[in-house]
């Protein structure tokens, strides 16, 4: 592993909107017709719960990271926690279980920037602009690395204005409830007992929105604190489920459950009915910006793991 010492320079606020990058992601507006479908009136909740799993999940990151704040994250953490009380190094088998763990969770990094870039060619396609798909891809990622470049600061700022334009696009349909708000009784606050397992199993999908929190994790050198990262992780994850519980609920009081449920992009028919014909376009333009920032922050995070290999 490498010895080379990073600058702490990411305070509080770099790491929860580095957080809140992760999960506001463009996997929502596919997530969302889904966890509409078995929630349900109830659907809200499915976020509620999905939310509460993942934040005890952010806990035990963050106990951990607490312990060993290292950007290598879950490879120290498999050496120290299974290495013998007298050893003062862990033995081959727990060195090589470690590698391989650390290296599947960098590749599969590496395969998840590649699907993001893959799918932000194809939303940027949808508008025939003539640019053939792999230079979009080879630009997709090509950017965020060159932001990646300029230093951690550089990123996270960018990350950062990129996230609030993102949040802004989605404030909009919460507000809008004040004017479009013909079927907000199809949202439920009172439990639908008959209807307890649907919900578990839209609050297990749910749980793929969160994906990504734990990820700030490999950032952990070039925090100003060792107690960013369990403060960042808790209140990224508690904001992004409360946030995307209003979204949720407004999405329903605008379109109607039944028409929510059975749509393939329900945000897109929110902003149908706020803006006419045009919402397609804000959805698109949406997804664009949330995959961006999702590559911003991955690429980061990526980097800094394989920079300790």
Not at 270 to 287: C, L, M, Q
Request: aromatic content about 12%.
């Amino acid at each position: 592993m490498s010895d080379e010492k990073l600058t702490r320079r990411l305070d509080f606020n770099d790491m929860f909107f580095t957080g809140v990058s992760y999960m506001i992601g463009a996997g929502i507006f596919t997530l969302m017709p889904f966890i509409i479908k078995y929630g349900g009136k109830n659907a809200w909740l499915a976020f509620i719960i999905g939310g509460i799993i993942s934040i005890m999940t952010g806990l035990s990151f963050a106990r951990l990271n607490f312990e060993y704040p290292v950007n290598d994250a879950e490879y120290s953490w498999i050496r120290e926690i299974f290495k013998g009380k007298n050893e003062k190094e862990p033995n081959a088998a727990v060195n090589g279980f470690a590698s391989i763990v650390i290296w599947v969770v960098g590749i599969m990094g590496i395969f998840a920037q590649a699907t993001i870039s893959l799918g932000l060619a194809e939303f940027i396609g949808t508008y025939n602009l003539g640019i053939p798909k792999h230079v979009i891809t080879f630009f997709a990622l090509g950017l965020p690395t060159l932001i990646n470049s300029l230093g951690v600061k550089h990123a996270a700022n960018v990350a950062k204005t990129v996230i609030t334009i993102v949040i802004a696009a989605f404030l909009i349909i919460i507000g809008a409830v004040s004017k479009f708000n013909k079927h907000i009784g199809d949202n439920n606050l009172k439990l639908d007992k008959k209807n307890i397992p649907n919900l578990l199993r839209a609050s297990f999908i749910t749980i793929f929105a969160f994906t990504g929190f734990q990820s700030v994790v490999q950032l952990s050198e070039e925090t100003t604190s060792r107690s960013i990262i369990p403060k960042s992780i808790t209140a990224s994850v508690i904001f992004t489920t409360i946030f995307y519980a209003l979204v949720l609920i407004s999405v329903i009081a605008i379109v109607g459950l039944n028409k929510a449920s059975n749509t393939i992009y329900p945000v897109s028919e929110a902003y149908n009915v706020i803006f006419g014909k045009n919402g397609r376009n804000i959805v698109t333009i949406v997804s664009i910006i949330c995959m961006f920032s999702t590559l911003v922050i991955g690429v980061l995070g990526v980097s800094r793991l394989f920079q300790k290999l």
